[in-house]
């Protein structure tokens, strides 16, 4: 059965710690896989996959993903309280569209 | 719009009534997608279409779940006879995909209905 699944499950750390967040993945026919922050409301978009081994970044975060091992990781360096959310990974696979989730990892940043 | 837009984005329902749940999708999005997200859980793909054809609905988890596009811009979900179980976020999102022409353009979601069914 195809699957995402996040670890771990939920993370706290303090103001200025970096934390690294893992996806797996078990698909058919991978196309590309995607990092979402959501907070309170609507999942917002952060990284989105295809290529093994090639870093994306945007400011303290980072994602790099790897299509041998069917994993990738969230960086998040010198973290802040604004960083407190779920982070969520999603795969597109096969011939779809839709987004298959994982369950995502809850981080706390405290003061 | 600026965004995807949801209405309402809170609703309490009573076991057994029918529910309709809307979405405005970012102006000129092709793509249309429902999730279902239950507390501490990742979103689960509902249903999709592109414009006003529903391409994917193998998601919905019962026949009282109906999902429309009329027009190919704004959507309706609809749960007859709502459960407890159907106590949920609703997410809609939408993007500028068209099917089989690749992965490079992300979702862009709403901020969901939270149904709860008492």
């Known amino acids: 059965e195809d699957k995402v699944v996040q670890s771990p499950l939920s993370l706290v750390v303090h103001e200025g710690d970096t934390v690294t967040l893992n996806c797996s993945y078990e698909?058919?026919?991978?196309?590309?896989l995607l990092w979402y922050k959501q907070e309170k409301k609507a999942p917002t978009f952060l990284f989105m996959l295809?290529?093994?081994?090639i870093e994306k970044k945007s400011g303290r975060l980072s994602s790099i993903l790897d299509k041998k091992e069917l994993f990738s990781i969230l960086n998040i360096t010198a973290t802040q309280t604004g960083d407190s959310a779920v982070y969520l990974c999603?795969?597109?696979?096969?011939?779809?569209?839709?987004?298959?989730f994982g369950g995502g990892t809850r981080l706390m940043v405290k003061p | 719009g600026a965004g995807v837009s949801q209405s309402p984005r809170y609703k309490v329902a009573k076991r057994g009534q029918d529910v309709a749940l809307r979405c405005d999708p970012i102006?000129?999005?092709?793509?249309l997608f429902w999730y279902q997200q239950a507390l501490g859980q990742g979103p689960e793909f509902l249903t999709y279409?592109?414009?006003?054809?529903?391409?994917?609905k193998s998601g919905l988890p019962s026949d009282r779940f109906f999902a429309e596009r009329p027009e190919g811009s704004v959507s309706t979900l609809k749960i007859q006879r709502t459960q407890q179980e159907d106590s949920a976020v609703y997410l809609c999102?939408?993007?500028?995909?068209?099917?089989?022409?690749?992965?490079?353009?992300?979702?862009?979601f709403g901020p969901g209905t939270r149904l709860t069914v008492l």
């Open positions: 999102a939408s993007s500028s995909m068209e099917r089989g022409r690749g992965s490079r353009n992300e979702q862009f």
């Open positions: 698909v058919t026919n991978f196309r590309s």
């Open positions: 295809t290529s093994s081994g």
């Open positions: 999603a795969v597109k696979y096969n011939a779809g569209n839709m987004l298959t």
């Open positions: 102006s000129g999005h092709v793509s």
């Open positions: 279409f592109q414009n006003e054809a529903q391409l994917d």
